[in-house]
DNA sequence: TTGTAAGCGTTATCAG
DNA sequence: CTGATAACGCTTACAA
């Protein structure tokens, strides 16, 4: 039992079963078009328990000039907006037999970029990128010919891309307070360099107008550097018409503007109703959050399945595709209070 | 610029820098105790730099037998205590020139044992395995000598482990809740065959009899299946001397615990206390939860930087590494209420 | 059906 | 200091 350096190899299995190296490739890989005889088969497979011989796959992608591994680089997969797309991209990934190699950038293009060189010294078949923030490597990957899709944004042409449908979810959460009477609704959200945050607020302001409801700037708070909830709830609540509503960007802001407004004194959802983004924590607080949800499973799902067809087929035209939110009315949404 | 099929190799360099491939690969690897001139490292790295070269990680590999890889097996990436080991884990790896391999078990043995195979077939360097629940995987890392690290349990020997302190972050959980008065303090908690559990059961008791406090059980409630907080609450508040506390073994519980008591009517904190575990939610509830905080990031991380050092040097001896927890004082603890 | 031999792109050993 | 040449372990024509 003394196996205590090297692994078996081919070779060491070939021998004791009595036969070529290509043959025991042949039996292992089920090679199409090529018969091997029950017989010799059976002595391959058994010499291969005796050994517990493990093909080197490294060896094989050389051989192959594949990998049959994808990168997944995330923001930061400790924001939670992220894990559920890993998990999306993994499963279906594994079904396929991908390996995935988890790749943080926390949106530095410095990062993205040495990250990207490194995939590209491993030779891995492709790429997924949540939220390109270096176009730069957009071009590498067309340069170098290694497919490469895009969840959420940037929606470039010449890349597959994923995304959810952040206009009609928003147009969702404010018709939703509309219904509910109210006409005073505010929008508090990030910096709108992103795609995503200027079709958030298309969003709201289509609702408004569809409901004949006149946008009013003071209502949307926009924080182009660190977002502050403290601020905005100031600024809002200093104005002659304050809202009756507030519809944030994310889930975690919302929480944080229901954590401002219950410090002081308003009840929730009686004085104002809250609508959050993504129901990554929706769920957990009291009370619970009315909120649009994000297919982050699908999505990441629908990317790896792109990205695994166009490895096998780089010629297929490009997609782009849009995945449905859906809105979830918990409890932070109720009837415009009349003497509010 | 039709430079369609293949990537540069290391012969496509020599040629154009007119030296040998192995001068490329010293001077590309700064190889220690060969020394080239100026002249030739800058024809070498100019000829590099036109064709866009990228060394073959893959051609590498093989060659060196190691391939600067390692695996988390985790058991879903997208249950919150598990992204930021991720993070700990990935920025120690890149930092030293690894790449991660996520790998979701879901704790099925069944799927940790493929996955094992896999990452054998694949060469990776070393293992990192997120809560083992298939001791199988243990013994073929072992024959197969490849390093492997556990993070939380099972404390296995032969392996290097990090941990949390339970006891301890238990027994001040506890303790705190006997500190503000109270006497009756439920544990609610999850199936013990995981040493995690018996460990949070052992501080819990401890913390108890400390305080002369004896030991209730009927404030224990140990769930063996699926957790039921509903069933939980009702049974708990049935007994004759209800409780004033509850520590729960999660954030997860401890909200869910919150939600059904709120609902009842009970004021959290003044008519009962609440303790969680994790710290991984307990920032974003109304009232704010008191948790014990756990780091996550700072055991992956620290499981990393053993399992990289086994790497480089198998014979280290093994490590079973504690690290602290820390109570985070909130809003859902309070004095107990006398009249209660 | 099975065996032989030529890659795959590096690293590393040894002469020169 | 530089250049052949042999591994590394597999796949895959091409022969037999």
Same mark, same amino acid.
């Given at each position: 039992m003394a196996k205590k350096k090297k692994a078996p190899t081919s070779w060491d299995v070939a021998r004791l079963a009595?036969?070529?190296r290509s043959t025991v490739s042949f039996v292992l890989n089920n090679t199409p078009g090529i018969k091997i005889s029950e017989e010799t088969r059976k002595r391959v497979l058994e010499a291969v328990k005796i050994l517990d011989y493990k093909p080197n796959a490294i060896a094989r992608s050389l051989a192959k000039q594949k990998t049959e591994a994808i990168a997944f680089f995330v923001l930061d997969i400790a924001n939670p907006v992220f894990p559920n797309m890993a998990r999306g991209?993994?499963?279906v990934a594994r079904h396929n037999g991908y390996i995935l190699l988890l790749c943080n950038?926390?949106?530095?293009s410095l990062r993205e970029l040495r990250y990207m060189n490194i995939m590209l010294e491993?030779?891995?078949d492709g790429i997924i990128v949540g939220a390109?923030?270096?176009e730069e490597v957009s071009k590498i990957a067309q340069k170098k @010919?290694? #497919?490469l899709v895009i969840l959420e944004h940037p929606r470039l042409p010449e890349h597959d891309v994923v995304y959810a449908d952040n206009i009609k979810g928003s147009y969702d959460a404010v018709m939703h307070l509309i219904e509910l009477g109210h006409t005073r609704i505010a929008h508090i959200t990030i910096n709108p360099e992103s795609i995503i945050v200027q079709e958030r607020i298309e969003g709201y302001k289509k609702a408004l107008k569809d409901a004949g409801i006149p946008f009013d700037s003071?209502?949307?708070k926009i924080f182009y550097d660190k977002v502050d909830e403290e601020l905005a709830v100031n600024e809002l609540?200093?104005?002659? @018409?304050? #809202?009756?509503a507030i519809f944030a960007f994310s889930d975690f802001m919302a929480i944080q503007i229901m954590k401002i407004l219950t410090k002081r004194g308003y009840k929730i959802p009686q004085d104002i109703s809250i609508v959050g983004f993504d129901d990554t924590l929706a769920d957990l607080t009291i009370p619970s959050l009315t909120t649009v949800s994000q297919p982050f499973y699908e999505m990441g799902a629908k990317a790896a399945e792109i990205l695994i067809e166009r490895i096998k087929n780089p010629n297929l035209p490009i997609q782009h595709v849009k995945l449905p939110t859906k809105l979830i009315i918990r409890e932070s949404t109720a009837p415009k209070n009349k003497e509010s």
């Amino acid at each position: 039992m003394a196996k205590k350096k090297k692994a078996p190899t081919s070779w060491d299995v070939a021998r004791l079963a009595g036969v070529s190296r290509s043959t025991v490739s042949f039996v292992l890989n089920n090679t199409p078009g090529i018969k091997i005889s029950e017989e010799t088969r059976k002595r391959v497979l058994e010499a291969v328990k005796i050994l517990d011989y493990k093909p080197n796959a490294i060896a094989r992608s050389l051989a192959k000039q594949k990998t049959e591994a994808i990168a997944f680089f995330v923001l930061d997969i400790a924001n939670p907006v992220f894990p559920n797309m890993a998990r999306g991209i993994e499963d279906v990934a594994r079904h396929n037999g991908y390996i995935l190699l988890l790749c943080n950038t926390d949106g530095k293009s410095l990062r993205e970029l040495r990250y990207m060189n490194i995939m590209l010294e491993r030779r891995v078949d492709g790429i997924i990128v949540g939220a390109l923030s270096n176009e730069e490597v957009s071009k590498i990957a067309q340069k170098k @010919n290694i #497919p490469l899709v895009i969840l959420e944004h940037p929606r470039l042409p010449e890349h597959d891309v994923v995304y959810a449908d952040n206009i009609k979810g928003s147009y969702d959460a404010v018709m939703h307070l509309i219904e509910l009477g109210h006409t005073r609704i505010a929008h508090i959200t990030i910096n709108p360099e992103s795609i995503i945050v200027q079709e958030r607020i298309e969003g709201y302001k289509k609702a408004l107008k569809d409901a004949g409801i006149p946008f009013d700037s003071d209502l949307l708070k926009i924080f182009y550097d660190k977002v502050d909830e403290e601020l905005a709830v100031n600024e809002l609540f200093s104005i002659p @018409n304050p #809202p009756t509503a507030i519809f944030a960007f994310s889930d975690f802001m919302a929480i944080q503007i229901m954590k401002i407004l219950t410090k002081r004194g308003y009840k929730i959802p009686q004085d104002i109703s809250i609508v959050g983004f993504d129901d990554t924590l929706a769920d957990l607080t009291i009370p619970s959050l009315t909120t649009v949800s994000q297919p982050f499973y699908e999505m990441g799902a629908k990317a790896a399945e792109i990205l695994i067809e166009r490895i096998k087929n780089p010629n297929l035209p490009i997609q782009h595709v849009k995945l449905p939110t859906k809105l979830i009315i918990r409890e932070s949404t109720a009837p415009k209070n009349k003497e509010s």
